[in-house]
């Protein structure tokens, strides 16, 4: 009787200890990296970097390949891209440029409304997402949806930051940083001239 009361209680034990396992083990890192799009971005990109490496081992043609790996809805030559932008934009959507810092039409702006990418009308913010963050340019906690946006790991300048790209037309948006607030904790920190603005009480233009 005594004997089966210990085994009984081993079993118990050991069952509690293998669930808590896989929790840790399993569930975490991905619930994680779903909460967490630079720590998502710097996984992912690892990844994309050991493929590009092994891929320009292969062949100049591959490397060309893989630059259009990330699949966008609009595909657009960087020629038509220029027709249809301002040169500020085009320098900042196509070229990766930055605009200068409260310059701006969008840092202040304070009103009801959803941002859209400048280039394909794209929805990725909404207004009740954008704080003031002090830093120069229009910042929000998160985007619109998860699909909204892309994104890449951006080694340029000597630092290493996570780019944020639209998810429809692969345009440069700007960056996104650890230091924001809740809920996510998360700065987009993005570029007003890569924005274009549609307020929720006006009818769209044209419809
Ligand atoms: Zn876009």
């Known amino acids: 009787m005594k ?18 396992y896989l929790q840790s083990a399993h569930l ?24 590009n490496t092994a891929e320009q081992v292969d062949s100049n043609k591959t490397i060309q390949k893989k630059g259009v790996k ?3 809805k609009v595909v657009k030559s960087e020629e038509e891209w220029k027709k249809e932008l301002t040169p500020e934009q085009f320098h900042v959507l196509r070229e990766k440029g930055t605009e200068r810092p409260f310059t701006g039409k969008y840092y202040k702006l304070n009103e009801n409304g959803t941002y859209v990418c400048a280039a394909c009308g794209n929805e990725l913010f909404k207004s009740d ?3 003031d963050s002090g830093c120069g340019w ?18 340029s300048y000597g630092m290493v930051r996570t780019e944020v790209l639209c998810a429809k037309c692969g345009s440069h948006l700007g960056h996104v940083f650890d230091d924001g607030p809740d809920p ?15 307020r929720a009480d006006s009818v769209k233009e044209g419809k």
């Open 184 to 198: 996510t904790g998360l700065r987009y920190c993005i570029n007003s001239v890569a924005l274009g603005f549609e």
């Open 138 to 155: 229009p910042s929000y906690f998160k985007p619109i949806s998860d699909s909204a946006v892309v994104y890449q790991r951006d080694t």
């Open 129 to 131: 997402t954008k704080f």
């Open 28 to 51: 975490d890192p991905v619930e994680q990296a779903r909460q967490n799009p630079v720590e998502q971005a710097r996984q992912s990109t690892a990844e994309q970097a050991r493929q």
């Open 70 to 72: 990330m699949k966008f």
């Open 3 to 20: 004997t089966k009361l210990i085994l009984i209680a081993a079993g118990l034990i050991l069952l509690i200890s293998v669930s808590f």
